[in-house]
Nanobody
């Protein structure tokens, strides 16, 4: 009943920029924390950045000063602006959200943690 869909990945040269977008859909009442994670080749999934409903942000040390996370609460979207990309940023990037939604069948308010399907970011040297 809730879907998170990422877009904006692609191939970019080192030093370039990309902007990722994640849109949440469904009978959503609110989204508390929204975050981006990534999983590079042969690596475990790792935290990249997060943003709370009140716009408070948090970043992994490896992306501080280069990446900026933002959100539009009215549109249930979260963005990740990535500048100064490095080859080590190559990964599949996943959107994550703590979503409160209303169940379509029984009308109950339900809270759950959801992931998007991921979008590939490849940075060439």
């Amino acid at each position: 009943q809730v879907q998170l869909v990422e877009s904006g990945g692609g191939l970019v040269q080192a030093g370039g920029s990309l902007r990722l977008s994640c849109a949440a859909s469904g009978n959503i009442l609110s989204i508390n924390n929204m975050a981006w994670y990534r999983q590079g080749p042969g690596k475990q999934r790792e935290f990249v950045a997060s943003i709370r409903y009140d716009q408070d942000t948090n970043y992994a040390e490896s992306v501080k000063g280069r990446f900026t996370i933002s959100r539009d609460n009215a549109k249930n979207t979260v963005l990740l602006q990535m500048n100064g990309l490095k080859s080590e940023d190559t990964a599949v990037y996943y959107c994550n959200g703590d979503v409160v939604y209303r169940d379509d069948v029984f009308g109950d308010k339900i809270m759950g943690n959801y992931w998007g399907q991921g979008t590939q970011v490849t940075v060439s040297a």
